[in-house]
């Protein structure tokens, strides 16, 4: 520390503020929770025609279980959301894949999503929902 020659009161040197500054942003490094990463995607057709077969498919990844399954959701008509298929189950670090094969039987918009669900082992019977891909329409005409 230092004086001033006009003010006689003690100012605190440089060197001290950037320690303590530097020890502060350490802190609040550790002290930040960590988010876990993933992400779940579709792919589908904007259109077909009625009687037209085409393909919905998804992949995802999440880095917060052990196992993950990728499953395809669907809904028409805004009602509720009902599972069309399941992947097979894949470790940590792998890409849950399912892909389906839909028969389009009426014209309307037909929503489909994928859910990323991690489980605590490959047979376990409890999986947790981690990630939902926005919606993707395909309009059948």
Same mark, same amino acid.
């Given at each position: 520390?230092?004086?001033?020659?006009?003010?006689?009161?003690?100012?605190r $040197?440089?060197?001290a503020?950037?320690?303590?500054?530097?020890?502060?942003?350490?802190?609040?490094?550790?002290?930040?929770?960590?988010?876990?990463?993933?992400?779940?995607e579709?792919t589908? !057709?904007? #259109?077909? +025609?009625?009687g037209?077969?085409?393909?919905?498919?998804?992949?995802?990844d999440?880095?917060?279980? $052990?196992y993950? /399954?990728?499953?395809?959701? *669907? /809904?028409?008509?805004?009602?509720?959301?009902?599972?069309?298929?399941?992947?097979?189950?894949?470790?940590?670090g792998?890409?849950?894949?399912?892909?389906? +094969?839909?028969?389009a #039987?009426?014209?309307?918009?037909?929503q489909? /999503?994928?859910?990323?669900?991690?489980l605590? $082992?490959p047979?376990?019977?409890? !999986?947790i +929902?981690q990630?939902?891909s926005?919606?993707?329409?395909? *309009?059948v +005409?």
């Amino acid at each position: 520390m230092t004086r001033t020659k006009k003010t006689g009161m003690r100012v605190r $040197s440089g060197r001290a503020a950037v320690i303590g500054a530097l020890g502060l942003a350490s802190v609040a490094l550790v002290a930040a929770p960590a988010f876990a990463k993933g992400s779940a995607e579709i792919t589908a !057709p904007q #259109t077909a +025609r009625v009687g037209e077969t085409f393909t919905v498919s998804a992949h995802g990844d999440d880095d917060a279980s $052990s196992y993950l /399954r990728i499953c395809l959701e *669907n /809904r028409s008509g805004g009602t509720a959301w009902h599972q069309l298929t399941c992947g097979a189950v894949v470790e940590v670090g792998g890409d849950a894949q399912a892909t389906a +094969r839909v028969k389009a #039987t009426q014209s309307g918009a037909l929503q489909y /999503r994928a859910v990323v669900y991690g489980l605590l $082992s490959p047979t376990d019977r409890h !999986p947790i +929902r981690q990630r939902t891909s926005a919606p993707a329409t395909v *309009n059948v +005409r």
